[in-house]
């Protein structure tokens, strides 16, 4: 059936450092890629999506390319702020198009002054 | 525009007993959403209604778990009898229409602890 790992969290990064999760996927046909972020006290918030392969998804500085080939959609951010520290989780939408979302585990990150 | 609002916030009971949460989705919106996440890991979906149609139960614990969405706006998710695993934050979603093209809108979710 369709999943996604993430890679294992916490990461603890300092303030203005390079971020990169890890997110690869298995599925069957061609789904949509998201990204999803839960701040502290707060309920689940799209970030990005992107829909087809080679889509670039971005958002406040985030981003994330839907890569096929390697049935990957790795989350970027050139310079990370204390205001990002959440937890990130990397979802596709099934097969059937119901809208229905499969998610992976999730990733804390921590960002330090 | 108001959010999805979701009832209570947390809850503790003890295994055996039963529970309600509720749901209110957006307004004008067609799809909503039950998922179900673990302490741990992502969200799982328990079951998807269109309308007051349901569109996607197979992960639906039935012989423990119902919703209901009566008249196509909002919905409850119940528990009969609860037991330990079900500790869980319980997240409602909704969108305009069913489809990965549509938004998907999370409620706060309600956090339940059975002892």
Known sequence: GNSVTQMEGPVTLSEEAFLTINCTYTATGYPSLFWYVQYPGEGLQLLLKATKADDKGSNKGFEATYRKETTSFHLEKGSVQVSDSAVYFCALSDSGNTGKLIFGQGTTLQVKP | ?115
């Open chain 2, 1 to 115: 525009e108001a959010g999805v609002a979701q009832s209570p916030r947390y809850k503790i009971i003890e295994k055996r007993q039963s529970v309600a949460f509720w749901c209110n989705p957006i307004s004008g919106h067609a799809t909503l959403y039950w998922y179900q996440q673990i302490l741990g890991q992502g969200p799982k979906l328990l079951i998807q209604f269109q309308n007051n149609g349901v569109v996607d139960d197979s992960q639906l614990p039935k012989d423990r778990f119902s919703a209901e969405r009566l008249k196509g706006v909002d919905s409850t998710l119940k528990i009969q009898p609860a037991k330990l695993e079900d500790s869980a934050v319980y997240l409602c979603a909704s969108s305009y229409r069913e489809g990965a093209s549509y938004e998907q809108y999370f409620g706060p979710g309600t956090r339940l602890t059975v002892t």
